[in-house]
């Protein structure tokens, strides 16, 4: 099958705008229906329909690209994908990990009553394992 502009135009063009609402509402905390489902999937189309568009004309991106501000515009933004990916203030741990931190901050009496165990028991219970 061979791409040409009055395929990937609108394919491109129709793509971008999906993408660009189902974002704004997914920015407002919007997330009815199948909007988080429909930005993340039907994005990959996007990105077919932008990887034509590209091949398509080519030349002309070429040369945005290698002018001095086509590379300043695009290099903020390689800029900015990279200072996206640096971990950002609080680190909190992983979901799996809150019931382990509620459970180790539980008095050991409680525990023990849980384990149906003497407090005495569960202690020797846990030192044998280097949990001290």
Sequence with gaps: ?????????PLTAGTFLLSAATGLLLFFHVN?????????????????GVGCHVALNFSVFKRYLLSKKGMVIVGLFVAMLA?????VGKKEDPPFLLPIRAIS?????????????????LMSRLSAVGLH
């Design 32 to 48: 009815a229906g199948a909007i988080k489902f429909v930005h993340e999937w039907l994005s990959w189309i996007f990105l077919l």
């Design 105 to 121: 901050q539980v008095p050991l009496t409680t525990l023990a009553q849980v384990a149906q165990t003497s407090s005495h028991d």
């Design 83 to 87: 200072v996206s990916t640096l971990p």
């Design 1 to 9: 099958m061979r791409f040409n502009r009055e395929l990937v135009t």
